[in-house]
């Protein structure tokens, strides 16, 4: 992204809330220069109960900090994961059914909220031949989007990525991950759509772009998924008790659908397996997370015969105040299991993080994770700007190794998925 269109943002963005003259600072730490910003950046008069530690800062650019600085210790631990859906959008714990409407303007006006809610669709399509991501990142002060089809017997790589400052070319938001649709739409030639069809009980993946190198990509692939039938985990946690992220996630449901790649691949029908999360969540100020999620048709060896088996296993994040993710999850012929043990997700030395193997283990049993991860390609984002520092880094591959779990032992072998290890100041 261009760091111009970011300081347009950040200023469109400012007058938007019609904030207060700004205040030059008394000093500069880190940056020599004062940048000329026209109006304070600071929302601290809108959005009080939201900005406790707002500070207007104008070292080297527009910066305005939307939240507390210290991070907050992480709750305890939100119990059993429940049967059920959530009761409402405050009642923080895990579930297997997800909401309907997700509503947040219980902790502040839509006006606040616009500016802290986070909304990520990530899914991810797996066939014999091809590995495929959709993604929709909206901060509504900018989007990003990002697309990419990667051919297994090849090698080759489809890229798309693009951002959307303000969000312009967000044309729909849901309110949950089960009704309505997320679509970015710049016109009819660049398009990515992921939407729900109750009636159908299916997610509709809708997308048409232009690659990196000029290669016009096309897919539209429906994902099987039963809101009443099929499990998945739904987690409501609070980062605090006012700052709540709401994320539902799904392995291993069944998918098909149509692609075409330029002259590459005349339109053709595929089948496959999918992931998919939706999260809608406060952003806090610093979010670090290592993440790994896969999902594949294994062997159980122990029995024989396959299974279909999804992981969504994270660090850092979702944690309680053990360090164990809350959103630790395995998916095993559909029925959906929590971790309640922490999980080691090593990851190699920085300049190798999509190239060396990552190594994801237990060390209690039950199950037993025993996986290792080789990249062998990446998506990623490396922003300075002058509103958010995003070190994003997800790598796509294959995982190998054996899961044992309730007795059996399941081997995993060239799994296709990805792991990720982020870190964002917004
Ligand atoms: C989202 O929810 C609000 C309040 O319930 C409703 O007014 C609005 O129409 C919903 N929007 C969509 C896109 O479903
Ligand atoms: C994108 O927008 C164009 C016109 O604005 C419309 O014709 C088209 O149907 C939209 N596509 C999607 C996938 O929403
Ligand atoms: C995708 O865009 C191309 C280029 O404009 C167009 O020829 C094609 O019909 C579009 N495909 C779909 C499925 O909308
Ligand atoms: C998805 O559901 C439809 C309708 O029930 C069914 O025809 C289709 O075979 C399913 N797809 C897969 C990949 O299981
Ligand atoms: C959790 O992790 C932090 C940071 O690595 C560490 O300082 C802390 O001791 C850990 N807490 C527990 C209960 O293991
Ligand atoms: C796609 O291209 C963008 C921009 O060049 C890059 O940042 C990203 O890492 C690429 N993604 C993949 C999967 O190669
Ligand atoms: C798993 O992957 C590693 C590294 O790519 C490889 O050395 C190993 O042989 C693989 N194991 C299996 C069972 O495929
Ligand atoms: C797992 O499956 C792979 C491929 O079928 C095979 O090479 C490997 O020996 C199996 N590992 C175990 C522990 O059975
Ligand atoms: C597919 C999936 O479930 N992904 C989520 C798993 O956990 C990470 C870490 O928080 C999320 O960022 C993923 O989107």
Redesign the pocket.
Known sequence: MKNSNSIVAALIFASIFSIDAFVIPSQCLLSSSIFQCLVNPCLQKTCSSLTPACISNFCGGCYFSLLEENDSPNPGNLGQIKDTAPANSNDYGRFKKPLSIVDFSWVSPALCNFVTEKNWHFISISTPQYFIVSTIINLNFIANVFVYVYDLTNGDLYNYTTNSILAVDIKERTNSSISGCTVFNRS??EYVSHCYNQQENRYEINV?VTTNDNI?V?FAFQINYSSVNDQSLVLLYPFKPTQPAYTHHLATQPTQGTMKIGNILPKSSFTGLSTTDWTLAYQKRVTRWKWASFSVQAQDIKNGGSVTIGINLSNELYDDKNNISMENTIWINGEVYTIDDFVNIETPSEQFLTTQPWYITTVEDNPTIDLQFQPVGSHQEHDNLVIVDIQFVQAFGFFNGTIQMLGNTYNISNGWGVVESNYAKW
Do not use: G, I, V
């Open positions: 009819s030639s048409n016009q096309s």
